[in-house]
């Protein structure tokens, strides 16, 4: 009887050893976010966009800002040599860059910056050959053409896109928001056989090539 009460007893000491402290569940939330270490140069429009999705790309904004409807024009006070954000190309838009990219895309795929009055007649030429041979194709929707030397910011036009595109010269074609370059490099791509396929690749209907014979598929 002895050994069983001792037995019973180290059975129970086992059991109070094994004892398991139980401790109410908390909720967990996240901490609050910590704004103050973000850049006071950026406005809200640029915070909007981040959120929203993936950074949209500085030529998007200067596409936006020239094909809009009105006669905005880009102001003195920016510095076109350094990057300029997004709010400026915005001119008074909501911060909706995924329908202002899908309207470039669909409505806007070709856009030629050209000169076609403030320049010597050699240099002017170039601009004519590219609009000239862009006419060929016959295109849909056509080029969305901008005369830079008609409007009051060519100039500040011309930093930004020598900044973006690295082509400082008239005429400077975007297809999709990639640079093309110039005349030179246009007629070069056709002679190549790779232009008419880029602008079906842009989503662009090719209905006409007068010089189709020179494109090697």
Known sequence: MASDST????TCSSYRRRRILLIPAT????PPLNLSGISSSLSRASI???VKGPPVEEIYG??????SDDDRMLSHSINPAAPIDLSVYLGGDQPDWKSHMRKLREEYPLIVFSKVSSC??????????AKKLLESYNLSPPPKIIEVD???DWDFIKLILTRLTEHSTFPNIILNGEGLGGS???HTLRAQGKLKKMFENAGMTVREDIGKERETQ
Request: charged share 25%; glycine share 0%; net charge positive.
């Open 7 to 10: 037995s019973r007893r180290s």
């Open 27 to 30: 909720p967990w939330s996240h």
């Open 48 to 50: 909007v966009s981040m």
């Open 62 to 67: 200067l596409l936006h800002f020239v094909t």
């Open 120 to 129: 010597t007649p050699v240099l002017c030429r170039f601009s004519t050959k």
């Open 150 to 152: 008609l409007r009051d």
């Open 184 to 186: 030179d490099d246009l």
